[in-house]
């Protein structure tokens, strides 16, 4: 069973930084995919970046320009860089991935989330 556990969290002035941290409980290579998301209170859960196999990441445009999204898989960790933070940024952030296997069966996994609060 995969386990994903991210940390990095906290709270943080507006315009300041927080580098977010997934670590899976093996190898990262296995998964085409992997996401992070994130839920404001009374909103729906985002995308809010996601990386590749082959390393491309896409992000959601509120976050494009501050945002990083990065795997390293010796490490089997996903890190998002958060730069230029605003109060809107506050959420919960959760790591999320996925493979599909040879059966065409998909697999999907989810960390328990860390908090992120921007405000002065």
């Known amino acids: 069973q995969v386990q994903l556990v991210e940390s990095g969290g906290g709270l943080v002035q507006p315009g300041g930084s927080l580098r977010l941290s997934c670590a899976a409980s093996?190898?990262?290579?296995?998964?085409?995919?992997m996401n992070w998301y994130r839920q404001a209170p009374g909103k729906r859960r985002e995308l809010v970046a996601g990386i590749n196999k082959d390393g491309s990441a896409n992000y959601v445009d509120s976050v494009k320009g501050r945002f990083t999204i990065s795997r390293d898989n010796a490490k089997n960790t996903v890190y998002l860089q958060m730069n230029s933070l605003k109060p809107e940024d506050t959420a919960v952030y959760y790591c999320?991935?996925?493979?599909?296997?040879?059966?065409?069966?998909?697999?999907?996994?989810w960390g328990q989330g860390t908090q992120v609060t921007v405000s002065s």
């Open positions: 999320n991935a996925d493979y599909m296997d040879s059966t065409y069966e998909v697999y999907d996994y």
């Open positions: 093996g190898s990262i290579f296995r998964f085409d995919i």
